[in-house]
C-alpha cells in the first residue's frame, strides 16, 4: 500500500470510492435472476393455493428448495442495490438519504434471511 | 454576470412539458416496477414464512394469497416482473452498445411490451 502513488491508490475508484462495483454487482445479480426467475415460479405457482400438503411436496424437495432460496436471495441482493440508485438520485438531504438507505439495507437483509430460513425448515419438516 | 440576460432566451422543454418518447416511458417504468415489486417479493416471502411457522398461519396466507383480491394483486406483480425482466434484458444489451440505433430501439420496445404480456399469460397458463 505504502509503495503505491496517490494516483495508483484511487484509480478507477470514482466518486463514490468503490469504481464499478455495485455497477457489476446489478448486471451480475440481473443475469442470475434470469434463469432463478424462470426456476421459482413454475413450482412456486403450483403450490400456491394447494394448502400446506402442497407446500411441504414442493418444497420438501431439495431441488425447488435450492431454486427458491437462490432466487430469493439474489433478488432481495438485486433489490437492495437497485433501491440504492433509486434514493441516491431522487433523495437529497443528505441525512434523509443515509436513514433511507440504512433502512433499505436492513429491510432486504431481514427479507432475505426470513425467506431461506423459512425454506430450510419447510424442507426439514417435511 | 449581472449583464447576461436571463429574461428573454429561448428555454430547453422541461420534463414535466416534454413529451416523452415510448422508450423514455419504459424504461421509467421498468424502475417504477422495481420498485413495485418490492411488495410481490414481501408477500412471497410472507407465505414462506408463514409456512414455516405454522399450518394454521399458512392456511390464512395461503387463503389471502389465492383470494380473488390476491390473485390480482400477484397477476399484477407477475406482469410487472416479466416487463422488468424483459426491459432489464434490453438495458443489459444497451450497456454493451448492442442495439442502440433508433430503428432497433423502436422495434425492440414493441418485444418489451409484448413479451411483457405474452409471458405473463404463459405463467398463468403453465402453472
Known sequence: ?126 | MADVNRGNRPLSPHLQVYRLPLVSNLSILTRITGVALIGGLTLVIWWFVAGAYSPGYFAAADGLLSSWFGILVLVGSLWALWFHFCNGIRHFFWDFGKGLELESVSRSNWFVIGGSVVLTILTLLIV
Request: net charge positive.
Open chain 1, 1 to 126: 500500500m505504502a509503495f503505491k502513488t496517490e494516483y495508483a491508490q484511487v484509480h478507477g475508484l470514482g466518486k463514490a470510492g468503490e469504481g464499478v462495483h455495485h455497477w457489476w454487482i446489478q448486471r451480475l445479480t440481473s443475469v442470475a435472476l434470469v434463469p432463478l426467475t424462470i426456476l421459482f415460479l413454475i413450482p412456486f405457482g403450483r403450490a400456491l393455493g394447494g394448502g400446506y400438503e402442497a407446500l411441504l411436496a414442493t418444497y420438501g424437495q431439495f431441488g425447488h428448495a435450492l431454486t427458491a432460496i437462490l432466487f430469493i436471495g439474489v433478488a432481495c441482493w438485486h433489490f437492495s442495490i437497485g433501491i440504492q440508485v433509486v434514493i441516491e438520485d431522487y433523495v437529497h438531504g443528505k441525512a434523509l438519504r443515509v436513514s433511507l438507505l440504512i433502512l433499505t439495507k436492513l429491510f432486504s437483509y431481514t427479507l432475505a434471511a426470513a425467506g431461506i430460513l423459512a425454506i430450510v425448515k419447510i424442507l426439514f419438516s417435511a
